[in-house]
């Protein structure tokens, strides 16, 4: 599976990054780019259940490839969720259920600050990915 141009771009970002502080640095920046929900989007359908934090998940279909915009209360989520969305966006459904989501992080050398709840947490979102494009 070829990589979109927002992956490339965070598998690019981050593996020149020298050491920890700066990936992390870098997720926090990568967090602020995420497009913002409106409160009416940020509601209790739209929200990611599995999740320690609070995260919400909105999908649209254009041209048969999903598009995903998330948001979450915690910083640090939404840098992991920005990365994830760079991965998944404009992927089918097959392509979505077949993503590696631990190979992915761990190319990005971002396998440390998965936590087992982070783990969970951007599975479930994962999870709901696809239910939502089922």
């Known amino acids: 599976m070829s990589l979109s141009?927002?992956?490339?771009?965070a598998l690019e970002a981050f593996t020149t990054c020298p050491g920890w502080e700066q990936r992390a640095r870098l997720l926090m920046q990568w967090g602020e780019r995420l497009q913002p929900l409106s409160d009416a989007e940020r509601c209790e359908a739209n929200r990611v259940h599995g999740c320690e934090s609070l995260v919400w998940l909105v999908?649209?279909?254009r041209a048969g490839h999903w598009?995903?915009?998330?948001?979450s209360d915690a910083r640090l989520l939404r840098g992991l969720l920005a990365v994830?969305?760079?991965r998944?966006?404009?992927?089918?459904g097959d392509q979505l259920?077949?993503?590696?989501?631990p190979q992915w992080f761990a190319q990005l050398g971002l396998q440390r600050q998965l936590s087992p709840s982070r783990s969970n947490g951007l599975n479930a979102v994962?999870?709901?990915m696809a239910a939502l494009t089922r």
């Open 88 to 92: 998944v966006d404009g992927l089918n």
């Open 59 to 61: 999908a649209e279909q």
């Open 5 to 9: 141009v927002a992956a490339q771009e």
């Open 126 to 128: 994962l999870q709901r």
């Open 97 to 101: 259920l077949a993503l590696d989501l």
């Open 84 to 86: 994830l969305l760079a």
């Open 67 to 71: 598009h995903f915009r998330a948001s």
